[in-house]
Nanobody, 126 residues
Framework: QVQLVESGGGLVQPGGSLRLSCAAS????????IGWFRQAPGKEREGVSC????????CYADSVKGRFTISRDNAKNTVYLQMNSLKPEDTAVYYC???????????????????WGQGTQVTVSS
């Protein structure tokens, strides 16, 4: 059974950091493209970051470039999202998602992904 489980969310002050984890079970994560998404109340789901299964290339939304870093640890079958310099507007439920390799993969579109985790809440507030 394919499953993705996010963890690492919580409450943090503006300017703080969090590291989210996306652990996979039922499949080997390094064969899959992985994306991180977020959804704030009353807003659409937004692509935040992605990492390619083919060459490990990464992508970021403009709103998080220079602050967030995506990485993968194949030995632990886990993908991470390191979030620094957090802002109140980063508050959202964060989801990871997975899809197999395909030539048209771009990374930040939710329609590109087949498997989703249940989400973890990130709240940035003083």
């Amino acid at each position: 059974q394919v499953q993705l489980v996010e963890s690492g969310g919580g409450l943090v002050q503006p300017g703080g950091s969090l590291r989210l984890s996306c652990a996979a079970s039922g499949f080997t994560l390094d064969y899959y493209n992985i994306g991180w998404f977020r959804q704030a109340p009353g807003k659409e789901r937004e692509g935040v970051s992605c990492i390619s299964s083919i060459d490990g290339s990464t992508c970021y939304a403009d709103s998080v470039k220079g602050r967030f870093t995506i990485s993968r640890d194949n030995a632990k079958n886990t993908v991470y999202l390191q979030m620094n310099s957090l802002k109140p507007e980063d508050t959202a439920v964060y989801y990871c998602a997975a899809t197999g390799p395909h030539p048209s993969y771009q990374g930040l579109g939710s329609y590109e992904y087949d498997y989703w985790g249940q989400g973890t809440q990130v709240t940035v507030s003083s």
